[in-house]
C-alpha cells in the first residue's frame, strides 16, 4: 500500500494575494478549489495501481530503481567482499485523467552472492504507466572483479534523471554500496568499507557486510556474509481539488445531515435533508433542485443552496355514488390545519344516504383541521319502508302483518277478519279495500283496521188484505232484539202465518244475527156464491152455492141452450150484458143468468134484408159519379142498417162489411176522378 504525505501549502494565503495584485490568472491557482499536497509513496516492490482523483490533472511522478545484492568471495577463496550499484532517479510532471487507473511497478531488491563467477543480483527497474513514461533503473551486481555500477540514467525515462552511485571493488573486509540518486543529482559511490551517500530522497549504500538504505541504496559486501540492495520507490505528488458544500434551511424547517462538507472535485457528497416543520413541506432548494434528501454527487464547484419550505394544502375532493347527488364545493384547497366547507350528500328519490367511503356518516360533512388529503365517495342504498298493519278490537288480520318494502315496490294482501257480530269499518287512513294491497310504496305506513258492531235490518210486509202495526223496518245490533209487531188483516180477512211459516202474533224477533224480512199473510173469511139461471140455459160454474173467501175473483160464462139466446146478468158482475164475466167476492153473493128464446123469422123480415141489399148496390154505384154524396150515406146506411138488423147478428156483420166496401170504393172513385180531371186539363 502507499504512503500518503501531506504538505501543506500556503496555496490560499498566494492565491489572496496574487488575486489582490491582479496576478492571479498568470497562475493556476483556483480560489474555489484549494488544498493540501497530496504524495503518494509506494516503496516495496511489487505491482501496483493509482487511479487520478476528480478534478486533478497533473502529478509529479518520481521513481528510484532497486538497489543490487552485495558480493562476498567464497570463504576458501579469501576474505574480500565488494558493494553493489544504487538505483537510479527519474522524475516527470505528467497530465493525468481523473478516474483513469495507472500501473505502477516498484522494483525489487538485488539478493547478494557467494563465490567466484556467481554475480549478485541486479537491483529492478520502477515505473509509473510503463516503463518507458517514467522510469529509473535498478543497480547492477558485482561478479569477478566488474564493479557493481548503479543505474544510469541515460537509460531511464523522465524530465529529470539521475544515475545511482556505484559499489566500492574487492576490499578485504566488504565494500561499501552505493548511493541512491536524488531529485538533485547522482547518487555518491561506495569507498572502501563505506556505503556511498544518496542524494536528496535517494538511499545510501550499505557500508561493508550491511544492506542498502530505502530507497534503491546498493548493498554492501562483507567476507561471508554479504547482504542484499534495497528496494525500489515510486512517489506520486499532485495538489487534489476540493469545493465546499453548504446546505442551510429556510423558514418553517430544519436539515438533517453533514450541512458543511468539503468534497473532492469529481466526489461525492452525503446526503442531506430538508425537514419541514409541522404543517409545512419542502419545496425545492435554492438551486431549484427538489430533490429530498439531497446528495450531491460527482461535484464541480461550490454549493452553497437554501432548502425552501411552504404551508401545505391539502386537497378535499367529494363525489357521489350511483343514485344521489352533492351540494356544495366538491374540490376544495384547505392549508394544513384549515377547515374545508359543508358538503351534503343528496340521494335520489327512493335513495337514502348511507356513508362516505371513509365510513363516515356525516351529513352534511364538513371536513376541518386538515392533516392530509380527503378523496370520499357518498354512498347510497335504496330506502326500505316497514308496512305495520294491526287489528282493532273486535277484529284480527291474516297475512304478513309486519312487511319491509323497496321504496317504488309492492307489499302483499292483508285481510281484515272481523269477530262474530261485527263488521269491517275501515282501516285507520279511511280506506275501505279489504282485502288491502299497498303497492308503490314511497312511505312507512302503520295502519289498524277498524271493526263496528253489526246493525241488521228487520223488515215487515204485508202480503196484502191488511196492514203491520209497530216498526216495520227495524235496524238491531247483532245480538239484540227487535220490538214486535202485529199483522192487523183488513175487513173481511183473517192472518194466516208469516213468510217464515211463523203463525206468532204479535211477533218479535230476538237475537238478530242476520238480515231478517218477513211478510205476513191474510186470507179471507169464508162467503157463499150461489149461482141461479133464468130460463133454457146453464152456466160455468154450474148453477148452485159454492164456497169461497172474500176477496176471490169468481169467473163466470152463461151458456144458452137451444133455442135460447143469453140476455144479461144480475148481480155484482163486472158486464152483465158479456156471458162471459166475473164477480170479486165481498161476502156472500147471488149472480142470476138469464136466457130468452130466439123469435123465428118474419116476411117483413125478409123484405127488410132485401131493401138493404139492394140500397147498399145502388150507394156503391152512385158514388162512382157522386163521390161527396156517397160518403155521408154509407155512414147513414151503416147506422141504420146495424139499427134494423141488430136482432140478427149475422146480418149486422154482413152490413158492417158492406158499409167498409162503399167507403172504400168512395176512395177509388174519388181518386180516378181528380185523375180524369188533370187530363182534360
Known sequence: MPKLTKVKLLSSLLAILLIASGLGSQFFFSPVAQADTVTLTWSTHGSYSWTCPGGVTTAIVETWGAGAGGWDNNPNWGSSAAGAGAGAYSKS???VTPGVSYDIVVGQAGAHAHGYNNPSQDGGDSYFNTSTTVMSKGGKGYMNDNIGVGGLASQGYGDTKYSGGSGAGEISGGGGGGGAAGSTGNGNDGSGNTGGNGNDGGGKGGDGGSSGVSPGGGAGGGYNNGSAGADGQVKITYTPCTYSLTYSAGSHGSLSGNTSQTVSCGGNGTAVTAIPDSCYHFIEWSDTSTQNPRQDDSVSGNISVTASFAITTYSFTYSAGSHGSLSGNTSQTVPCGGNGTAVTAIPDSCYHFTQWSDTSTQNPRQDGNASGAINVIASFAITDYSLTYSAGAHGSLSGNTSQTVPCGG??????????????????????????????????????????GITDYSLVYLSGGDGNIEGDTSQTVPCGGNGTAVTAIPDWGYTFSHWSDLSEVNPRQDNNITMEESYTAYFVGNPVVLTINVIGNGTTSPAPGEWATIIGTSVGLAAIPGTGYDFTAWS???????????????????????????????????????????????????????????????????????????????????????IGIIMIALFFLAAAGAFKGKRKMR
Not at 302483499?412 to 294491497?437: G, K, L, M
Open 571 to 657: 148481480g155484482s158482475v163486472d158486464n152483465y150484458l158479456n156471458a162471459d164475466t166475473f164477480i170479486t167476492m165481498t161476502g156472500n153473493e147471488t149472480v142470476t143468468a138469464t136466457f130468452t128464446p130466439i123469435s123465428p123469422t118474419t116476411a117483413k123480415d125478409l123484405m127488410l134484408m132485401c131493401f138493404t141489399l139492394i140500397v147498399s148496390i145502388g150507394l156503391a154505384l152512385a158514388g162512382a159519379y157522386f163521390p161527396f154524396f156517397f160518403l155521408p150515406a154509407s155512414m147513414a146506411w151503416i147506422l141504420l142498417g146495424a139499427e134494423f138488423t141488430k136482432a140478427w147478428l149475422s146480418w149486422f156483420i154482413i152490413c158492417i162489411m
Open 93 to 95: 510532471t505528467l497530465a
Open 410 to 451: 309492492n307489499g302483499t294482501a292483508v285481510t281484515a277478519i272481523p269477530d262474530s257480530c261485527y263488521h269491517f269499518t275501515e282501516w285507520s287512513d279511511s280506506y275501505t279495500v279489504n282485502p288491502r294491497q299497498d303497492n308503490h310504496i314511497t312511505g312507512n305506513l302503520t295502519l289498524t283496521a277498524l271493526f
